[in-house]
């Protein structure tokens, strides 16, 4: 994952969870560099660990009434970050300690036939 100033710094890894239909949810320390970064520019280029396939999106916070409904997906996705159950994701969001995002995307295939992400039209 890179930002749009991050040219050179390489990629960050992150805690993620894909959500049907077309939601990439991202979860990372609220006081960070990458979580100031998208505060102030929330571009991100998602791309697929050892592959070269990427994709161009922005990122918007998510609060815990927007999370709940998707807690057992996510608390799976980030068990060994510490939200391994609702109420753990829950403090987490609502203690400001964690900031869970959202990338909207929808699957198209590319000229290889592999699944790539796409953002989503939001016209």
Same mark, same amino acid.
């Given at each position: 994952?890179? @930002?749009?100033?991050?040219? #050179?710094? #390489?990629?960050?890894?992150?805690?993620?969870?894909? &959500?049907?239909? #077309?939601?990439?949810?991202?979860?990372?320390?609220?006081?960070?560099? /990458? +979580?100031?970064?998208?505060?102030?520019?929330?571009? !991100?280029?998602?791309? &697929?660990? #050892?592959? /070269?396939? @990427?994709?161009?999106?922005?990122?918007?916070?998510? $609060?815990?009434?927007?999370?709940?409904?998707? +807690?057992?997906?996510?608390?799976? @996705?980030?068990?060994? @970050?510490?939200?391994?159950?609702?109420?753990?994701?829950?403090?987490?969001?609502?203690?400001?300690?964690?900031? =869970? =995002? /959202?990338?909207?995307?929808?699957?198209?295939?590319?000229?290889?036939? !592999?699944?790539?992400?796409?953002?989503? $039209?939001?016209?």
């Amino acid at each position: 994952m890179s @930002s749009r100033d991050g040219a #050179g710094r #390489g990629t960050v890894r992150m805690w993620f969870a894909v &959500i049907p239909p #077309g939601y990439v949810y991202l979860l990372t320390l609220t006081y960070t560099k /990458k +979580a100031e970064r998208w505060r102030e520019d929330p571009w !991100v280029r998602l791309r &697929i660990p #050892g592959t /070269k396939a @990427s994709q161009e999106g922005v990122v918007t916070a998510v $609060d815990w009434e927007e999370a709940q409904p998707h +807690a057992p997906q996510l608390t799976t @996705s980030f068990a060994m @970050s510490g939200a391994a159950t609702a109420e753990a994701l829950r403090w987490m969001l609502q203690d400001g300690s964690r900031q =869970l =995002l /959202k990338v909207a995307v929808r699957r198209s295939p590319d000229s290889d036939g !592999v699944a790539a992400v796409q953002p989503e $039209d939001r016209r």
